[in-house]
C-alpha cells in the first residue's frame, strides 16, 4: 500500500497523530502537507508522551523519513524546538523541507491577535491565518528563500515595515527589528539547509520505486477553508485535495483514504456545532475523554455523533475505510445519539448545509441507541465486545458505507484494535 492518507473527519483532534504513528511502523515517509503549529498531534511511546505540531508523526519511527509539505506553513523557531525536544530523547529524524512551503514568522501571530481573529474565530493564535494571507496575496516569504539570504533580508523587511505601518499601536510589533529577525531565522535554519528540495518530486519517486507513504492531515474537514463551515475553520485544506495541492502528489496515486472519526464529536473555537451538548453529558465526555487542547489547552466542546456532517465528509473526501477513535470513552452512558437528519426552518434536511448562518438553525434529529456500562479498553478484538458498542460501529458503517478498520480505545498503541480482512486481530 505505498500511499496512505490520514485524515480528520471532524473538527479537528480526532487523534490522526496515532493513527499516523501506527501506520508509520512500517512506512518510509510521512508527510505533513496543511497548516503549522495549529496542529497539536499526541503520541504515546512506551508510556512517554509526545506532542507534535510541525513534525509529522512518523518522526518517531527509525527509517521513516519526515516531510514538511509545500502547503505548510512553517515557524522555523517552532521547528527547531520540536527538533531540539526529539533530539533530546534521543531520536533524530531524517526531515526534508519543501522550499515552498511558506515561513511563518513572530509578527503574523502579533498580525492575527491585533486583528481579532484569535477572539472572533477562536483561532489557536498561532499566526496561521496572516502567513496564508501573505501566500494568496504573493507576498509571503518561502522556506525556499532562505538560500538567497539578501533576498529574503529584503523581503522581509518590507513585509515587517508594511505591518508596523498598519499597526501603529502595537508596541510588540514596532519592536521587531526585522534585521536582526533576519539574522536569527538565517542562523536557526543553517543546519537544515541542506534539506530544503523538491518534496513533491522526492514523493513522487519514492511512490515510483513502490515506498510507502503516509500523508498526515492536519485539522479536521469541518475545518477545511473551502468545505468547512466557513468562516469559522482554518486557513488550508484539510481534505484529500490538500494532498494534491500542499504535497504534489495526486490524489489519485493514495490508495487508502483513512478518516479519522471520534466516536463523538469534538469542537475548539467559535462556529455552529448542532450536536453540542452543553450540559453533563458535554461535561462527562470532556472529563471521560481528556478533551481539553492539546496545542492551547483550551477546553473542548463536546456532543453526539453527527453522521450527517460525517456523510458530507465523506462525499468530499471518498474515505476508503475509518479510524474510530475513543469508543471506550462512550463506556457507561445509558444510551447514546446520533444526528441522522437535522430540523432547519421546517424542514427535514439530510444534507450537511456548511454555511454557519444555516447550520446554526438547525436542530439535529437523534437516533437513540442503547450504550453499554462496561469497561471495554482492554478488548482484544470485537468479540470481546458489548453487543452495542458492536451495534455502534454497525450503525456508523452502515450509515457511511465505510468500513471501520482501526478501532481506538486508549492513546497507546497496545489499546488499538486492527480489523484486517481476514479477521481482527490487536497491535
Ligand atoms: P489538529 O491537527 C482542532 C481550529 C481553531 C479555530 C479554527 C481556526 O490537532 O486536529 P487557526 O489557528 O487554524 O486559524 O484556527 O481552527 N483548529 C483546530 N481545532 N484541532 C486542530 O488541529 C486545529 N487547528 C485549528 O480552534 O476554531
Ligand atoms: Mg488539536
Redesign the pocket.
Known amino acids: 500500500m505505498p500511499a496512505i492518507a490520514v485524515l480528520?473527519a471532524q473538527?479537528?483532534?480526532?487523534s490522526?497523530g496515532k493513527v499516523s504513528h501506527l501506520l508509520a511502523a512500517e512506512a518510509d515517509w510521512c508527510v505533513r502537507f496543511n497548516?503549522g503549529t495549529?496542529?497539536?498531534?499526541t503520541v504515546v511511546l512506551k508510556g512517554q508522551e509526545f506532542k507534535f505540531h510541525l513534525l509529522p508523526t512518523g518522526s518517531l519511527r527509525e527509517g521513516c523519513k519526515a516531510v514538511l509539505g509545500n502547503g505548510m506553513v512553517i515557524d522555523p523557531f517552532a521547528l527547531v524546538e520540536e527538533l531540539e525536544l526529539l533530539r533530546r530523547a534521543g531520536w533524530e529524524p531524517e526531515v526534508y523541507i519543501s522550499g515552498a512551503a511558506h515561513l511563518l514568522l513572530p509578527y503574523h501571530r502579533l498580525v492575527e491577535q491585533l486583528s481579532g481573529a484569535k477572539e472572533g474565530?477562536?483561532?489557536?493564535?498561532?499566526g496561521?491565518?496572516p502567513a496564508y494571507r501573505d501566500k494568496a496575496e504573493r507576498t509571503g516569504l518561502r522556506v525556499g528563500d532562505l538560500l538567497s539570504p539578501e533576498a529574503f533580508r529584503e523581503r522581509l523587511a518590507r513585509n515587517l515595515e508594511r505591518e508596523k505601518r498598519a499597526w501603529p499601536e502595537s508596541a510588540e510589533l514596532q519592536r521587531l527589528e526585522p534585521g536582526h529577525l533576519a539574522d536569527e531565522v538565517l542562523r536557526i535554519m543553517e543546519p537544515l539547509a541542506e534539506r530544503i528540495v523538491d518534496t513533491a518530486l522526492l514523493l513522487n519517486r519514492a511512490l515510483d520505486q513502490g515506498e510507502t507513504v503516509i500523508f498526515e492531515g492536519?485539522?479536521?474537514a469541518l475545518?477545511d477553508l473551502d468545505f468547512g463551515t466557513y468562516p469559522?475553520?482554518?486557513?488550508s485544506n484539510t481534505t484529500i485535495g490538500g494532498i494534491g495541492t500542499g504535497a504534489g502528489v495526486s490524489p489519485r496515486r493514495v490508495e487508502r483514504v483513512i478518516g479519522v472519526v471520534k466516536a463523538y464529536t469534538t469542537r475548539?473555537?467559535?462556529?455552529p456545532f448542532p450536536t453540542e451538548e452543553r450540559g453533563p453529558i458535554g461535561e462527562r465526555l470532556r472529563e471521560r475523554g481528556k478533551e481539553w487542547g492539546?496545542?492551547t489547552g483550551r477546553p473542548r466542546r463536546c456532543g453526539w455523533l453527527d453522521l450527517v456532517a460525517l456523510k458530507y465528509v465523506q462525499m468530499v473526501n471518498g474515505f476508503t475505510e475509518l479510524a474510530l477513535m475513543k469508543l471506550d470513552v462512550l463506556s457507561g452512558l445509558p444510551e447514546l445519539r446520533v444526528a441522522v437528519a437535522y430540523h432547519c426552518d421546517g424542514r427535514l434536511i439530510e444534507d450537511f448545509p456548511s454555511h454557519p448562518e444555516v447550520l446554526q438553525r438547525c436542530e439535529p434529529v437523534y437516533e437513540t441507541v442503547p450504550g453499554w456500562t462496561e469497561e471495554i479498553k482492554s478488548c482484544h478484538g470485537l468479540g470481546e465486545f458489548p453487543g452495542a458498542a458492536r451495534a455502534y460501529i454497525r450503525l456508523i458503517e452502515e450509515q457511511l458505507g465505510v468500513p471501520i478498520s482501526i478501532i481506538s480505545l486508549g492513546p497507546g498503541a497496545e489499546a488499538t484494535i486492527i480489523r484486517e480482512r481476514s479477521g481482527c486481530g490487536r497491535r
Open positions: 480528520g473538527w479537528g483532534d480526532e490522526k497548516g495549529n496542529a497539536g498531534h474565530i477562536g483561532t489557536t493564535g498561532r496561521i491565518g492536519a485539522q479536521g475545518l469559522y475553520v482554518t486557513s475548539v473555537g467559535e462556529g492539546a496545542t
